[in-house]
């Protein structure tokens, strides 16, 4: 059973723009944080951005700047607007929902930036 799909991923050229969307099932209920991750080939799965119920971000260093991490709770999603797209962002990005004592992963979507 699918709860979490992401979309909008593709390929861009460095510079450019993408924005990532996962939907989550409304089944998930009392979610207290939704993250995106990402894995590049080769590479530990990575935590890229958060955001938590109250509202307050999470954005690791090399994303600060460049990615916005924001949640519609009405309808179930959270975004990650990438802008200044860099190669070394190539990545599968997966979304997270966090409630207490449980996590869901969504089955992630591949992003390539091309130089």
């Known amino acids: 059973q699918v709860q979490l799909v992401e979309s909008g991923g593709g390929l861009v050229e460095a510079g450019g723009s993408l924005r990532l969307t996962c939907q989550s099932s409304?089944?998930?209920?009392?979610?207290?944080?939704m993250a995106w991750y990402r894995q590049a080939s080769g590479k530990q799965r990575e935590l890229v951005a958060r955001?938590?119920?109250?509202?307050?971000?999470y954005y690791a260093d090399s994303v600060k700047g460049r990615f916005t991490i924001s949640r519609d709770s009405a309808k179930n999603t959270v975004y990650l607007q990438m802008n200044s797209l860099k190669t070394e962002d190539t990545a599968v990005y997966y979304c997270?929902?966090?409630?207490?004592?449980?996590?869901?992963w969504g089955q992630g979507i591949q992003v390539t930036v091309s130089s």
């Open positions: 997270k929902a966090d409630r207490v004592g449980q996590g869901y």
């Open positions: 409304p089944s998930i209920t009392n979610v207290y944080a």
């Open positions: 955001v938590h119920v109250s509202g307050g971000t």
